[in-house]
Each structure stands twice: as structure tokens, then as C-alpha cells.
């Protein structure tokens, strides 16, 4: 999305605005499959490089008979919405079940294959048809591994529907914790209570409700999510765009490939898929086996500790999950497929007030053992769009990246927030599809940034600017609000200007994002905090001088390097018949070979599974200098060795662990990593996420750590009627 001049004509905003609309059947076409970006070439709609034609009547931008003026789309109609009037609802918290006893059926290792009568409305489904009620691929490959040595002790529980009104809010916190919202009010699909409520499949979201979810978790805890697919049988009733197959990814977590999320492993509509998240320490297997070190531990619910096996220096604590499904992730996503993910540590623990020597004490709350959220906030930032009805808006035409020009935070069109004179800390997720962010509070003062990715960092970095955030990035950052008096407001301000999805076009100052003069909606005040009182207890938070240092990987052999070029102009020589491949121009290259679109059914990497006594390093390097690419390389975290060639270019809130590694136009960053403790296939790909369903996106696998794994592992092809498998293409030199 390029935008309009904030006052465009009513001539243009008309012309605009019609050829938005001509588009709309098209964008839905692609979205259910009916036609292919092949068609769209031939066609003329898009050029070979998939960028929207500029024909008049079907591209918004393209100058008119009329006028020559900027390129744009209509603004989303605000209806008479003033920023900052709603408060800013805290994430609607999971319900923690014990398991076993609460799941029906009960989960097992391999996919649960019972049969179910098929809905005729499925696509390739006749009358009779059968299918499994489980979605997960069939068989020991894709059984949950180690599951009788890690079995469930805690189940989730969620579904993925459309929009309906929640009347269950649990934000974890008593109302004078979040802005006074009281949690028995039902609270319908709506991003602000001026605008429209969306229809029933504008939104989809988990459990169809808002706010958005989070889900808790403590090291040593096994935990079994298991996830209903309750979108519509009809493929077409998706509101103009969003696939209803989908695949939930945890993001970085550390388990076994069945439960990551794969974009080949996606379920239909009314089947469940149960993910198998046994939340360890990496190294759980090879490092501190007898769980003897007291920093490698776990909450144990009254105040003390349970040790656990692994490696403390990998300990994670900000995680989040979202959908996968192959070619439709960005629009899953940004239609609500998003939600937050907590884990509990020794270290991390959510409770400030325990002094054990190994709980860092970072700003959370007292009131539990473990997990108190009054003063640890979770922060989705996600920039959408609206059309004139007020439904959510997308649009596939521009392969640079879809830009929205409605800033929200938790669902919440530019809300405020009620904090006290006190600490908190925020973990922020950008979770746009191709807008990166920079943040600054509107007064220029210092914030604590204490975590990158999912990981705690070595040492706090103070900033009055944050860092460039891109796509699925996640910023931990405390802000001491003790500073202002009571009554005070200071915001949360963007400074990253967009042109296009591309990449940022420039970082404003801070007086120039105040004045409200960029060109970009998405730049200024998208979050205002309003310090209303005293806490009623003494703030006893810390930010300690050392949090978590990297584990020390100097002598731990490198046993192989790779090189990996992300590109526009990517080739695709597998058929896409099957669905397992895709065509797009933005692909990878590596091992000297051709620039390759995405095939889910191809291997491109096979690292060796190992202890931890071997590493590989992977460098990763941006094929051009006018676009930037956020990679994400799942299971595994890294350490950056270098940027565009020296350590001295990796700042200081990027040297702790990753695993979202922005390039920058015509970077390259050198990265190691270690592949521990479970197996199968995993991915790397740009999270702009318009990339990577336009193709840029490769399967690695880790499959010679004995059986059931093969190697190379078959390619599952779900149906509704259940999954078959083929035999993959493995890239020469992986």
C-alpha cells in the first residue's frame, strides 16, 4: 500500500476508491485458489516481477486523465474517532487446564486418525467422504518425539473462528491494572467503540474474540495446545481474503518439527491439531543432565525452585504463535492468527518480590508465585486497514508488502494506557505484515531495552530510541514512570517512515514524527500513557546489570558454513500441481545455484543433529540494496558473528541470542548456531510475511538422528480425507 496525500480530491479519492473495489473479486479469486499469479501475468494485471500494472480501473496509484498527483489509497474512514479516547485492553489470558483428564479425546504420540464424516462444502470433498478428526500427518515421523518422556501436564485449549463478542475477558489483572476495563462487559470485534463491529469473517481470530491471547508457561512443565480449526467449511466465505487451512507456528520454539508449525502441515476445518510444546532448556540432553545448576530452574509454585536439565544461558522468556499456512500466511495473520506466548523461568520468573539469588526481579508483581502480569505488559503493535463499511481491509496486488495506515496496539486503534509512578516492563511484538518500527517516547526519555527476540540480553542497553523493529522482532524494554508526576501523559512514538513494504524509506526526528507532516499515517503518537497514581506498594523491581549471558560457543567446532542470498527474481523448476511449490519473485539462492522460490516438498539445508559439541555458521546476505528482509529461522537461536563484515557493526541490543535477523538493504550478517535435541523439518524465510507467500521461503530439515526419521524425510500433501506423502527434492550440496 503506497498512501494519498492527506487531502486528495474527491474526483481522485472516487477513482481510487473504485478501482480498490474492481480489484476486490480478484484479490478473492487468488485468496481461495481460483486463479494463479500466472494468470495474473498473462493477464497484465501484474508485471513478471509481480508488481501491480499501472492500468487505470484496477491500480489506485496510477496517475488519472484527471490529475497527476502522489500515489496512494484511499484512507480508512475513522468515522469520527479521535486517537488516544479507548483504553487499551491487556491480552485475554489462556486457560491453563492439568492434564491428563482434561482433553477429550486424549492427546497421543501419533495423530489421533479416528474418522469423521467430511463437510461437502470442503473442496475436493464428495458426500460419504471420510476424513480424520486429527490434522497432524500420520505415523511415527510426525509422532510427538519423547512424548512418554515429556507427557502433557498442562492443556490449552483454542479455536480459530470468526468474529463474535467475547464474553469471557480474562486479562489476568484486576481492573485498576488495565485502564479501569471492566471484564465482565462483553467486548465485541471492533477496533475502537466508534468504529464498526466486524462481520463474522472479516476477523478471525482465536477463540473469534478480542483482545488478543496469551498463553503461559514455565520451564519443566510439558504443555499440550491443542487447536480447533472452527473456520467455514466453504473456502470463499473468507470476507475477500484469508485461506481457511491453517498451521500454528510457535514461534522460536524449542520441540520437535511435528509441533512447530510447518507451512506443508496445515489442517482443514473442523479438525484439531495437537501441538506438543515440552518447554526445555536447549541443551536439555547434553548440558547439566543431572539438572545440579541452580539458574537452569523453574517456579515451583510456592516460592522455591525445581531444577531442570539444559543449558540456563538459552533460557527464553517472550515468545508468540501465528499461523503458517503455505502462501496465505500473511493474510491468516494480519486477519487476527496472531497471540502471545509467556515463559516462566528460575531467571525470568514473574515475581519481583522473590530474592533467591537467581530471580532477576524484573518489574512484574507479587501477588502469585510465578507470572504476575500487573507490571509485565504484552504490547502486539499491527498496523491494518479499513474500507468504507469499516471492515478490515487487505490486499494482495502489492508483492512489496501490504502497509496499513491505522496504527493498533492489541487490537486497539491508538489507545491509552493507565500506569502508575512505578516500573514496568513491555514486550513489544511487531506484528505487521511488511512495516517495521522505531520507538521513541514523546518527551526523549530514556527506556531500558532488557530483551531481544525471545531472550533476555546479556546486559540492560538504555536508549531514547529504540531500534529498528521489523516484522515478528520482539523488543522487552522497561520504562520508569516514577520520573512524571500524577497527570502526566507521554506517548509511545513511531519515527519510521514507509513509502512502500519494501523497506523503511527514513527515520524522523522525533519533532518531525510529532509534527503530524509525514506522508505516512503510520508515523507519530500511536500509544499514550497516562500516569494516574501512586503504586500502593513499594516498587521493588529491578533492572540488574547482568541478565543473561550468551552461551560461550569459542570452542565448540564448526563443522560446516553455509551461505544463503535472499533475492528478487526467484526461478521455480518443481510443478505446482500438488501444492507443495509456489511461484513468486522473491526467493533464496545458496551453494552458488539458481534463485529459488519457495517448495515446501524441497530441501535446501540438512544440518547434523548433535550435542553440543558442533555448531555450523550461516551467513545471510541481502540480495539488493532497495528492500530490507526480517529472516526467521525456526527451532534453532543464533548468535550474530558479524554485520557487513565486523563484530564492531552488531550493536549492543543485538548481541545477545536471535532468531528474526533483519539484513538491511544490501547487508549481511554472519550467524552460528547449534542443532540440538530433536528432529525434522523446520524453515527459514522472510517475515515480511507478503515475502514469504511471494516465495521467499526454504525447508531445512534435521533428519539423521535415528529412527523414525529418514532421510531425507517424505513431504506430507494434507487433504481432508488425510495426509499422503512424497518424496522430496533434496538441493544439490545440502
Known sequence: MIFLPKKPSKLRLREAENARRNRLEIVKARSIGQITRRDLIKWGIFSGF??????????????????????????????????????????????????PGFLNPAPTAEANTTQ???????????????????????????????????????????????????????????????SGINPATPIPVRFHPGLPTQELNSVWTFNGTVPPKLATARY???????????????????????????????????????????????????QFYDYHWPIVLAGHFSINTAA????????????????????????????????????????????????MFNIYSGLDRGNEAINDGVNLRLPSGTLKDFGNLEYDVNLMIADKAWDNDGQLFFDIFDRDGFLGD????????????????????FRILNASVARFYKIALSDASPMIQIANDGNL?????????????????????????SRYSIGQRVSMVNLLEHQDGRKPEDALSLSEALSGNSSDPGVGRFLEFRIVRNPAQPDVSQVPAVLIPNPDLSNVPVVRTREFEFKRGANQPLSLADGTASEGEWGLRTAGGDTLAAAYSRVTAQPSFGASNKREIWTLKNGGGGWDHPIHIHFEEGQILSRDGSLNNVPAWERGRKDVYR?????????????RDWGGMFMQHCHNTTHEDHAMLMRWEINDGGAPFLRPLPTPIPRPQGVTFKAPVVLKGA
Open 406 to 425: 491505522a496504527v493498533t496496539v492489541n487490537l486497539a486503534y491508538k489507545p491509552f494506557f493507565e500506569v502508575e509512578r512505578r516500573k514496568y516492563r
Open 50 to 99: 509481480g508488481a501491480l500494472a499501472w492500468k487505470n480501473g484496477l491500480n489506485p496509484f496510477v496517475n488519472s486523465a484527471f490529475a497527476s498527483i502522489p500515489t496512494g489509497t484511499p484512507r480508512s474512514p475513522l468515522f469520527g474517532v479521535q486517537p488516544f479516547t479507548q483504553p487499551m485492553p491487556r491480552f485475554d489470558v489462556l486457560q491453563r487446564n492439568p492434564e
Open 220 to 270: 519443566g512443565e510439558p504443555l499440550l495446545f491443542r487447536h480447533h480449526n472452527k473456520l467455514p467449511f466453504n473456502i470463499a466465505d473468507n470476507n475477500g481474503f484469508g485461506r481457511h487451512t491453517i498451521s500454528t507456528h510457535e514461534h522460536n520454539g524449542h520441540h520437535g518439527a511435528e509441533n512447530d508449525g510447518f507451512t506443508g502441515a496445515f489442517f482443514f476445518p473442523g
Open 116 to 178: 469423521q464424516l467430511l463437510n461437502a462444502a470442503l473442496e475436493g470433498v464428495r458426500p460419504g467422504d471420510t476424513g480424520p478428526i486429527e490434522g497432524r500427518p500420520p505415523g511415527p515421523i510426525w509422532a510427538h518425539q519423547r512424548f512418554a518422556q515429556f507427557p502433557p501436564r498442562i492443556a490449552i485449549q483454542v479455536t480459530q473462528e470468526g468474529a463474535r463478542t467475547n464474553t469471557t475477558y480474562n486479562p489476568g489483572v484486576a481492573s485498576n491494572h488495565n
Open 292 to 339: 545440579t545448576d541452580i539458574k537452569a530452574s523453574s517456579p515451583n509454585g510456592s516460592g522455591g525452585l525445581t531444577k531442570v536439565p539444559g543449558d540456563w544461558h538459552e533460557t527464553m522468556s517472550t515468545h508468540w504463535f501465528h499461523d503458517h499456512m503455505f502462501e496465505h500466511t500473511a493474510e491468516n495473520v494480519y486477519k487476527g492468527n496472531a497471540a
Open 663 to 675: 539484513l538491511r538493504p544490501g547487508g549481511e550478517l554472519k550467524i552460528t548456531m547449534q542443532f
Open 457 to 481: 540480553l546479556p546486559k540492560p542497553v538504555v536508549l531514547t530510541q529504540l531500534d529498528e523493529i521489523g516484522i515478528a522482532e520482539r523488543y522487552d524494554i522497561v520504562i520508569d514512570f
